[in-house]
């Protein structure tokens, strides 16, 4: 059987309701069927107090605001806790690659830009990376072999174009 997986998609959409606070609904899905949560934000100025609900259960988390990994931090303990892990003391292959991948991908992109990572279903590139500006908008999107190559092709979109190269006055 599969697990519960929350797409890059809702972990994108998690980050407004996380930075304003509130409540929210989100979908983790399975081939097989789908599971509804409730998320409710409560901010102040040093952490996010978070309030999960899927059906009966219910689990809480609190991530500190200045935390740069929050993002991914939050899908995990979703994922975790709609898996019925609710203790999630010990960090999956899957899930320290994907932390180092994001670790790489931060190191290249500026302070008002956030990564989310992702793995894919490409076996030659595993890794997938979008990045986004503080209004939201897509800088970069890629997909790697391995953290360094996925920061690389991150690094290679980002980079400043130079102008006028080959024009004439």
């Known amino acids: 059987m599969s697990e519960f997986t929350l797409s890059l998609k809702q972990v994108m959409l998690l980050q407004n309701v996380l930075d304003v606070g509130g409540t929210t ?25 978070l309030t999960v609900e899927f059906g009966p259960c219910m689990a809480s988390l609190t991530l500190c605001r200045s935390e740069p990994n929050k993002y991914m931090s939050l899908r ?7 898996n019925g892990r609710t203790e999630s003391g010990h960090l999956s292959q899957e899930e320290m690659a994907l932390r180092d991948a994001l670790d790489s991908v931060n ?16 076996p030659d590139l595993p890794v997938g990376a979008v990045v986004t500006n503080e209004r939201g908008e897509i800088c970069a999107a890629a997909t790697g072999s391995c953290k360094g190559h996925l920061a690389q092709a991150v690094h290679a979109q980002l980079r400043p174009i130079q102008e006028g190269l ?4």
């Open 25 to 49: 609904h989100c979908l983790l899905s399975r081939p097989e069927t789908t599971c509804p949560a409730v998320i409710q934000v409560e901010n102040d100025t040093n952490a996010h107090h």
């Open 76 to 82: 995990d303990f979703l994922q975790d806790v709609a």
């Open 107 to 122: 190191s290249v992109i500026s302070a008002d830009q956030v990564a989310y990572i992702t793995t894919t279903t490409n």
């Open 166 to 169: 080959g024009e004439r006055a």
